[in-house]
């Protein structure tokens, strides 16, 4: 396994249901995180994680819940959704969380989630 | 807050035609610019990233972007593009004033090189 890798690739669920997206990175970075892709709207930033803790959450509804047991795995666990989360799922990770030079987020190749 | 506009959606052209993607940001202060490509069917992937210096960026694939500070603009442009170049383009900003590694994305352009 190289890079980033998240399963499960397609997921289908209902309102009520409670499913989790799971990310793994085989890279040895200490950040990791999640985004959302919508149709027809810019990649936006969910969650960040550096050294298993938490440093962003970028206004998310609860009923995403992120979780993070070490730096190589990141979980999002879903709960009563609604059909306007449907979306692309993505999960990156980098060697920190920090802005500099050559801290480049690598993307895994996302989780296309529809919400029934 | 920081925002990135993309101004083609959608591009269509042919082999060894020139290429220009447009990308302008909002934000005042020391930003960091990426381009990230996603070809069909594969991962986002880095193409090239401006951080300091020389403001003509060089990437992979023959692509290269110019930071204009005055225009808030980071372009992408390739000199001849070849089919294999089909692929979505996001232009992306870290403001780095901003606490940590926090990437804004623009919308992206489709891009599709017609054999």
């Known amino acids: 396994e190289t890079g980033v890798t998240q399963t499960p690739r397609h997921l289908v669920m209902g309102m009520t249901n409670k499913k989790s997206l799971k990310c793994e990175q085989h890279l040895g970075h200490n950040a990791m995180y999640w985004y959302k892709q919508s149709a027809k709207k810019p990649l936006e930033l969910m969650f960040v994680y550096n050294f298993k803790e938490q440093t962003e959450n970028n206004s998310v509804p609860s009923r995403f819940s992120p979780e993070c047991p070490n730096s190589s795995h990141l979980f999002l666990h879903l709960h009563t959704l609604q059909p306007e989360d449907s979306a692309l799922y993505l999960c990156a990770s980098s060697q920190s969380s920090g802005g500099t030079a050559n801290n480049e987020q690598f993307f895994g190749p996302g989780t296309r989630l529809t919400v029934l | ?115």
Do not use: M
């Not at chain 2, 020139?18 to 202060?29: F, K, R, T």
């Not at chain 2, 930003?31 to 990230?36: D, E, M, S």
């Not at chain 2, 992937?45 to 980071?74: H, M, N, R, T, W």
């Open chain 2, 1 to 115: 807050a920081q925002s990135v506009s993309q101004h083609n959606h959608h591009v269509i052209l042919s082999e060894a035609a020139s290429l220009e993607l447009g990308c302008n940001y909002s934000y005042g202060g020391t930003v960091n610019l990426f381009w990230y490509v996603q070809y069909p069917g594969q991962h986002l992937q880095l193409l090239l990233k401006y951080f300091s210096g020389d403001p003509l960026v060089k990437g992979i694939k023959g692509f290269e972007a110019e930071f204009i500070k005055s225009k808030f603009s980071f372009n992408l442009r390739k000199p001849s593009v070849q089919w294999s170049d089909t692929a979505e383009y996001f232009c992306a900003v870290n403001a780095q004033a901003a606490a940590g590694n926090k990437l804004t994305f623009g919308g992206g352009t489709r891009v599709l090189v017609k054999p």
